[in-house]
């Protein structure tokens, strides 16, 4: 796996020849130079959102066999090519963002199970923009969009071709705007026992990735306002998926010598929800006091 | 393991000869037929509370030797002769209500550890009303009652003892009057949706015994009272535990066609509560949307 | 006005003679004791229910101009004849029961104008069973009603005469069954500062009566379990209305020294709602902290 | 009544001679030109915080005699000097703000007598910095401050001229920093029936002023995020007082067509709170459903 590049400001990219402009955009689109070299062209670009705008244009006015190869050059998900090593840089970091890359021998049956079936009706690999999915999301939609006709999926697989280049584009170019490709989930938590913010709560939230297994996301703990110093997730799509936030409730007011029972009635709370707008805002506070609590989708 | 034997009604025990009474009331006290002997004189008994009072006194007026043998005459929790099968049937159904015929070998261990500690610390076994416990709740008592001093144990164990024979005698004896000794768990649902009870949910009740093992207590469904048709503990001590409740609210709400996102944001609401007061009556209800949820411990 | 006569068991009134029964029977129906008279050869009635359903199968078959007259035999809604105390005792107590006989000059006059529009175009009085509506609800509903074609009208009418006769005869008649004429309001604190019902708390209950002129219904204290000994509103129809409950928070959180802002950031918590059902059975419960509440129409 | 003079920037204070700086800072302590006089050496100043300290201890090291002169420079609340138009205009503009230009006559004879009681027990007019207070608030603090020794109140009046003092000098002088002087309070509406901001709430905000009395402070309507596009109070400390919140739920539910009872269960939700923090932040959100709300304070 090789590391990030730096990300490259749009005005130089606007500035620089058309072969330079070429390489920095290397790979926005899986095997497909042809599309940001089509782009060159036609700098330059006010805002990123117009580079992008330029991008979706040149890959929905390409003919049909030139946007089936566009398909086609993108690997297998869980694949063999995957197993072996033998994917880009982009697509082995976002496989294993969505946990692609450790998946049990069952989850690879199935998976290899769906691409055969997937190949053998419409001819190319499935693709889904795997940031916007925990696993369990990108096996539903992969048996939900095996239902579909092979003219409507392959404008499914192109949407998500455009959704994977918008990432990749947000994360190789700086510019004065930004593309919507981005989610937040943030928790608050209120001690309404004593009318002001709970400080000191750890907070873990963990994905539900099947059957009883989990995968915990991050560890925080509450500050002086009742919230986590960073977003609990950020600064890239909301996987859609189910959670489970623990707050550690008992711990917090045995520190504050509210009387409690032995054991307390309320020690460690769980809150499962799912999320469903990988770029939506998700806040999930929780009001509580030793003996109750409230949570509820807020903003 | 025998059956239970039908209870007697106590103005039929107030007017049999003494040596019926005593047989009716035998195991009453665990290897101790003294005491029920001496309850026989007592007689004729107002009420199930003023025979129970009687017990009690013959048990904490008799003299020291005395009060060590009725100690002594219990079996090991989870001790050799539970796994030879040598108790008598009121222990085997008592310890197997807390799960100590389901053991781990390691829990096994564990309880071998802190019987050999305790009988060399007190000289006699440890004794605890198990049926006001679950396992974690015994073993945390058992790990506490090791630092009390020899006089303080000895009153322990009789107070447990006295706890075990007010079950055994609430088990045996009906009569005008209930011993208090046992309590009430229950929930209700209410839809704040459509301001109504919410009916058809399905509920399930979990005790949490340790780690990540969880034991399934019961399955219920709302009424149209939003009520379960029973209570989810109810006839006997709510043994001290930590819980989880389960309310199915995504498929409660799917089904009445409110619009949710996809997966829904609330589906299996988790609700962890812990009971301290095995004769106390715990109501957990929750108030729902397909967005929010409050619980607490409600009366 | 006159004392209300006893209540009569229905099988007494299954066994006298003809005219016994209708005089027992006398004024269920305002002005027409042709109703209970044909009624009278139908007995035994087996439930109220029975003889119920027998009265409404009488006025439902009567000739046009029987009903009309039936109809017509009703007194105006705080007309002449009510201040003139001309009313049957039925009537007054009914009147009296939502307010009408304490109306400012500008409602008398808005009765008035109403009054005459309806019988200029319905040909006879307006018709309501008020015990079962605040003033506002009769205002409103007459003004709705106007709105009304003359045949719709009169079944509304009819309907309202049949309201009436069933909340007279539930005070008559005595019977193993009840008609389902009454509603119930109850309330329930729970102070989840602690975890346990809030006692002691002072409630005031008012009905809203237009303007910011309010009635006050009725005064009660939380009882151990956080309830009032008996529900608010009982053994009558629920006037639908707007009211507002008053929980007396701060005092009961001072009074067990719970650390409060001064002056208490809670203090009188008022709860604004309105009954649309008088026959439902309205729960208005209070979840608070000194920092916080919930309300919600419970069940 | 004057208006406002523009604020004066701190780096353009520090820089101009003595006798302008006296000028510019004039009337921030009535009738007490001394203390800025006093100040003008100590110039440059840091920041705001600077100058108020150093003003600060000018008042507090000032001679007993000096003290009291002070003090006594000050109107009375309500007084003569203030119905025959005779205070500064600094003066009349803070009575204003806490209606004491619009008393009843009850309330000036209330005044009256508070002040001649104070007058006689202390020497010296009551001094209370009233941008902090409601109503209700002043004569609370009133009737308990004359139960002060005279040392204990000197302090006390003296801690007021300096919370007037730094009131005007926020108002007076910009800088790079600010006077922790002003509190806020805001609100948040959350439709819980949908997951989503409730939009297009109409809210008013009132001061209850005592008995049945009440006085509109500011009216909104949220925004897309549930907000008021600016906070209800902010820019100056919030009066010690308590306050009703009415939030138009009824005709925001009917407005999205949700089904509702006629009348609605919840029209207009009132929720009464006391401020009494000046300089605090409250939060008052509201959790809302046709059937259901919750209230805290929030953060």
């Not at 999915?133 to 048996?143: P, Q, T, V, Y």
Request: with cysteine.
């Amino acid at each position: 796996m090789t590391s990030d590049p730096e990300p490259i400001a749009l005005d130089i990219l606007n500035r620089v020849d058309d072969t330079s402009f070429t390489v920095a955009m290397n790979g926005v689109f899986e095997h497909a130079p042809w599309v940001v070299e089509a782009a060159a062209g036609h700098r330059p670009f006010a805002s990123l959102a117009d580079l992008y705008t330029t991008l979706t244009g040149i890959v929905r006015d390409a003919p049909l066999e030139q946007r089936l190869t566009l398909v086609r050059g993108h690997p297998d998900l869980a694949g063999k090519a995957a197993r072996a090593g033998d994917l880009t840089s982009d697509s082995t970091a976002e496989q294993a963002s969505a946990g692609l890359d450790r998946l049990s021998d069952a989850e690879y049956a199935e998976f290899h199970r769906l691409n055969d079936a997937y190949h053998a009706k419409f001819g190319f690999p499935f693709i889904v923009c795997v940031r916007r999915h925990g696993k369990e999301s990108i096996l539903a939609n992969f048996a939900r969009r095996l239902e579909n006709t092979p003219q409507a999926e392959l404008d499914t697989a192109l949407a998500e071709v455009l959704r994977i280049g918008a990432l990749r584009l947000d994360q190789r170019v700086t510019a004065a705007d930004r593309l919507s490709v981005h989610g937040r989930l943030s928790t608050h938590i209120l001690d309404t026992h004593r009318g002001r913010p709970a400080e000191g709560v750890a907070i873990e939230l963990f994905e539900l990735t099947g059957g009883d297994s989990i995968r915990l996301v991050v560890r925080a703990v509450t500050n002086a306002d009742g919230r986590t110093d960073a977003p609990l997730i950020a600064g890239r799509p909301l996987p859609t998926a189910r959670y489970e936030l623990r707050f550690h409730l008992g711990a917090y007011f045995a520190g504050l010598h509210v009387p409690l029972a032995d054991p307390p009635f309320l020690d460690v709370v769980p809150v499962r929800f799912a999320i469903a707008e990988p770029e939506g805002h998700y806040h999930v506070p929780l009001l509580a006091t030793p003996w109750s609590y409230s949570t509820y989708r807020g903003s």
